[in-house]
């Protein structure tokens, strides 16, 4: 059931919050990107910071307006938001993973945009893997009892079903909850409504559906429980 985060829950907590969709260059003019709107991890970032945390957004390509009384990072690329999530960790009590960051990217970066060749062949581009950022964080800990949590789009296959694929995703990152979107039809993306499932270590699924705003509120009620009773 939904619960409203009201009033103080995270008071004098500090909470970092990525969002957005990185963008990985191929040439000056072209990246490759993804659908991200940024909608839910500005809407979580919001719903922490009216439960008295203060609350650091690290915005990848954010297509929304960043919340006001929120400290916001910019950032594009996988490697820049890596590197601004390893720089402001240090003192979250808090870290949520809502930015969709790619998980390959072009192996080189051209130097000048890339032009249709004479003879007609297509050109081929060559990827190499991101640094995965919430199994990095997870792994090594800023500090003890910091709350990791991970974020999840998945579909589901002819033998799994997307809780399935969550929980196996929970337990290989090594975060402290993995929030799922499922995302059959499309659905989710740029919308303003939204359906989750919340997996922990315990084994327990929590869920909700309703606008980002209200997911939200209940998510960083959930994440501040899990704070709450973890030992630091
Ligand atoms: N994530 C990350 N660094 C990456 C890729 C993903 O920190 N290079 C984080 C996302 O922010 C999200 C979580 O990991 O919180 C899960 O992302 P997802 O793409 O579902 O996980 P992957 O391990 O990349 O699995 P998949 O192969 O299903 O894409
Ligand atoms: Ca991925």
Known sequence: ?????????????????????TREPLDPV???????SGKQGVALARAARAAGAEVTLIGANLQVEPPAGVEHVAVETSEQLHDAVLAARGDADLVIMAAAVADFRPRSLAAHKIKKSEDGTDPVIELTRTP?????????RARPGQVIVGFA???????????????????????????LNEVT?????????????????????????????????FLVGTFAR??????G
Do not use: M, W
């Open 1 to 21: 059931g939904r619960e409203a985060a009201s009033g103080s829950v995270l008071a004098g907590r500090r909470v970092l919050v990525t969002a957005g969709g």
């Open 185 to 217: 039809d499309g659905a989710v993306f740029g919308q303003d409504s939204t359906a989750v499932h919340v997996v922990t270590p315990d084994g327990q699924v929590a869920e909700a559906s309703g606008t980002k705003d209200d997911v939200a509120v």
């Open 132 to 140: 995965d950022i919430l199994a990095e964080i997870s792994a090594h």
């Open 226 to 231: 899990i704070a709450a009773s973890t030992v």
């Open 153 to 179: 789009a998945e579909t589901g296959d002819a033998t799994h079903t997307p809780l399935e694929f969550a929980r196996a995703k929970l337990a290989r990152k090594g975060c402290d909850a993995l929030v």
């Open 30 to 36: 072209r990246y490759l990107g993804n659908r991200s």
